[in-house]
């Protein structure tokens, strides 16, 4: 490949990069940052929720083995700014109504404990557990947009998240 064609890309990767931080600067010193309830989008948000229901879906089927039929009782808990971190972050409670995976059904016989949720057996009939979850600015690809980070009470079996949901929490008051 000629050399020319090879430093194009990057010429242009640093016409995109000085463009953005030239239209950044051109904000006024009296513009502030928007308020943090702008920043993060609600705990009802449908862009949210869909988050949330996918991430449990793309989850390890061995690692929660339900799927979400349905939210209720969605709650904020906390928006937290500048605590850890300068991003804000809201946390979030709801209902969830679960169904289990086809794979996690008995036919006929007991289903099988898994070394991987420990003594207890997959859940096998639909039922309702309560979720924790945190909505995070910038979280997502590449800082562009909001992260979801989901935990269903008592199905952390692997601990991700502390195996009592404490990561996706609102922080303690200090």
């Known amino acids: 490949m000629p050399a020319h064609r090879a430093v194009r890309p990057l010429l242009l990767a640093a016409?995109?990069?000085?463009?953005?931080?030239?239209?950044?600067?051109g904000l006024s010193a009296a513009s502030a940052p928007p308020p943090i309830d702008k920043r993060v989008p609600a705990c009802d948000d449908t862009a949210v929720q869909a988050k949330l229901v996918q991430s449990i879906a793309s989850a390890d089927p061995?690692?929660?083995?339900?799927?979400?039929?349905?939210?209720?009782?969605?709650?904020?808990?906390?928006?937290?700014?500048?605590?850890?971190?300068?991003?804000?972050?809201?946390?979030?409670?709801?209902?969830?109504?679960?169904?289990?995976?086809?794979?996690?059904?008995?036919?006929?016989?007991?289903?099988?404990?898994?070394?991987?949720?420990?003594?207890?057996?997959?859940?096998?009939?639909?039922?309702?557990?309560?979720?924790?979850?945190?909505?995070?600015?910038?979280?997502?690809f590449v800082g562009i947009s909001f992260n979801v980070e989901v935990c269903i009470a008592g199905l952390d079996r692997w601990r991700v998240h502390d195996g009592v949901c404490r990561t996706v929490r609102p922080p303690p008051s200090q």
Do not use: W
């Open 15 to 25: 016409a995109l990069v000085a463009g953005v931080a030239g239209a950044s600067s």
């Open 62 to 140: 061995r690692y929660y083995g339900v799927t979400v039929q349905a939210l209720q009782r969605i709650e904020q808990s906390a928006l937290v700014e500048n605590r850890d971190s300068p991003l804000a972050r809201r946390y979030c409670t709801a209902r969830l109504d679960l169904v289990p995976l086809p794979g996690n059904l008995p036919s006929g016989r007991q289903p099988a404990k898994n070394t991987l949720f420990g003594d207890r057996p997959a859940p096998t009939e639909p039922h309702e557990r309560f979720a924790y979850y945190m909505v995070e600015e910038q979280g997502g």
